[in-house]
């Protein structure tokens, strides 16, 4: 019992980076949380991050809880994950600042 009540909030912390990542290299979210606009080189690279993040969270969800209730599982997480990272990003998008900083920087 203890394992399910680990495993699914970890689970969604994954899939709610994934997501936070990928907004965060669309220049309008990046200007909400006050920073500059990354190079089209540093963005690419954070969204094949981001996508592996989501792939990585499908495999640990089909391995632990089966293929059918995986799959389920993955997409009720993906769907409620993608509604967080929008409601974080309209209401308040600071909260995503440290992870903004944390990307690659454009270099001078």
Do not use: D, K
């Amino acid at each position: 019992m203890i394992r399910y009540a680990l495993f699914y909030p970890a689970l969604g912390v994954l899939l709610f980076l994934a997501f936070a990542l990928l907004a965060l290299t669309q220049f309008p979210h990046r200007r909400a949380v006050g920073l500059a606009e990354l190079p089209l080189y540093n963005a690419v690279w954070v969204r094949l991050a981001a996508g592996v993040l989501v792939v990585l969270a499908l495999v640990l969800a089909v391995r632990h809880e089966g293929g059918g209730f995986g799959v389920l599982l993955w997409a009720g997480l993906v769907s409620f994950t993608a509604c967080l990272v929008a409601l974080v990003l309209s209401w308040r998008p600071l909260l995503l600042a440290w992870l903004a900083r944390l990307m690659p920087t454009p270099r001078p």
